[in-house]
């Protein structure tokens, strides 16, 4: 409560529903005036020439007109946040979300006709609005009013109406805080920021993958949606931070090619169940190690003893689960569960890949462990609820490749957009240079 006091960002008030033209209107006002002045200081005022007057009004709009451009290329952020805080005014105007006094009757000129009534507010909600570090943060007071409801889901209403991506919804004392992403596209970043630090890998400006406590990925994507260069962005990232990767390609197609430059890459089936075992068996004996040494401390995981994480990298997991017998199949499914439930302290963390998440291979719970879930490109309705389960998230198609859905592990869906492979990366030399 402390931090939200210090700064909760600027008040919206009734009177901002105008506020981009009222501000614009006196600055450019202003702007003209000041010109007009300078122009005719010298001009006899008891005789003025109307042609000089008629020159300083031209030139006085055209001042108006480079100085509006200027402040447009030069304060983009600001002219967003007055727009932005316009929005929410109106928001709450529209809507009514305010208690009203008793209404004022004014009498026209004509006594004949009916008066006209104007309410009047008597208590408008506090709402704030502040824009840091590219996040959108929007406070609104919780009264335990008859508006109450309302202002407490305004997810959805503030997504489509400010063209923005929900990144957290905070319930604080007597407030609600949403923290938004403002033009996801232009918060993607390039392969060559991505970035392992502490546990958390960086995938776009404000959006992470804390694997040490969120662990656990699922991608799911059709053809042509970027879920291949995206899972060769991950092995680069993680090799760059001397993490031990198991690549499983039962399709044997683009990660398969790795095993040229990679050990521990699998395409047969036998091989693919034998990895997934000794994966398992390697958790289980590492868990029993760390107990054992000096420095253990109940609670702290394998970093904190200066652990390197290992990495089971599976694509094409639902093929690879057709694939086997029923007894094959469930005792796959049982060391998997067990990777899972157990893998975080350890350091073995799961990457799981196919194109649509058959609720048949990830039943029992296994799903919900899955802390970091994307879904890239084209995806039914049924597809997304496979993914992230019932939401009333809207969502929209766009044909980018590389773009898409996914849920942090925080309990938020939002836009997502894969890091940039500029045109001819040759992922395999970078791999093995990233090996070496």
């Not at 210090?6 to 450019?28: C, E, M």
Request: charged letters at 25%; a positive charge.
């Amino acid at each position: 409560m402390h931090r939200l006091c210090r700064n909760r960002g600027r008040r919206i008030r009734p009177s901002d529903k105008d506020l981009v033209f009222r501000t614009v209107f006196f600055l450019l006002f202003a702007v003209f005036a000041v010109t007009f002045v300078l122009l005719n200081v010298h001009t006899d005022l008891r005789s003025p020439s109307v042609a000089y007057l008629l020159f300083s009004a031209a030139m006085g709009v055209k001042v108006c007109t480079v100085t509006a451009w200027l402040l447009y290329r030069r304060f983009p952020d600001k002219l967003n946040e007055m727009r932005h805080r316009q929005k929410l005014a109106r928001m709450v105007l529209e809507n009514q979300w305010y208690e009203q006094s008793d209404t004022k009757q004014s009498e026209g000129f004509f006594k004949d006709l009916p008066a006209s009534s104007k309410p009047k507010i008597a208590r408008f909600p506090r709402m704030y609005y502040r824009m840091e570090n590219g996040l959108l943060h929007i406070t609104a007071e919780i009264t335990l009013g008859k508006f109450q409801e309302p202002l407490l889901h305004l997810e959805n209403k503030l997504e489509n109406g400010l063209y923005c991506e929900l990144v957290s919804r905070e319930l604080l004392d007597g407030f609600v805080e949403y923290t938004l992403l403002y033009d996801m596209i232009a918060n993607r970043i390039p392969i060559s920021e991505v970035r392992v630090e502490h546990g958390k890998m960086r995938l776009m400006q404000n959006t992470y993958w804390e694997f040490d406590s969120l662990p656990h990925m699922l991608i799911a994507g059709g053809t042509g949606g970027g879920k291949t260069y995206f899972i060769l962005t991950l092995i680069r990232a993680l090799l760059e931070n001397n993490a031990v990767l198991h690549i499983l390609d039962p399709k044997n197609a683009d990660l398969a090619d790795l095993s040229s430059v990679l050990p521990n890459v699998y395409s047969r089936k036998e091989e693919i169940v034998q990895c997934i075992t000794d994966f398992c068996t390697a958790m289980h004996e590492r868990s029993a190690d760390m107990k054992r040494m000096e420095n253990y401390k109940t609670g702290e995981n394998y970093a904190y003893l200066g652990l390197s994480p290992h990495f089971l990298v599976f694509d094409e997991y639902v093929a690879f689960m057709e694939m086997l017998t029923s007894r094959e199949r469930e005792d796959v499914l049982n060391k998997l569960r067990q990777i899972v439930m157990l893998g975080r302290q350890a350091g073995f963390f799961l990457i799981l890949a196919c194109q649509r998440p058959d609720a048949k291979y990830l039943g029992d719970g296994i799903r919900d462990q899955f802390n970091f879930r994307v879904a890239l490109g084209r995806m039914s309705e049924l597809g997304y609820s496979m993914m992230f389960g019932e939401t009333k998230k809207e969502f929209f198609f766009k044909n980018i490749k590389g773009r898409g859905y996914a849920d942090t592990g925080k309990g938020v869906i939002t836009e997502f957009y894969t890091p940039i492979v500029p045109k001819g990366y040759d992922f395999l030399q970078e791999i093995g240079r990233c090996a070496k």
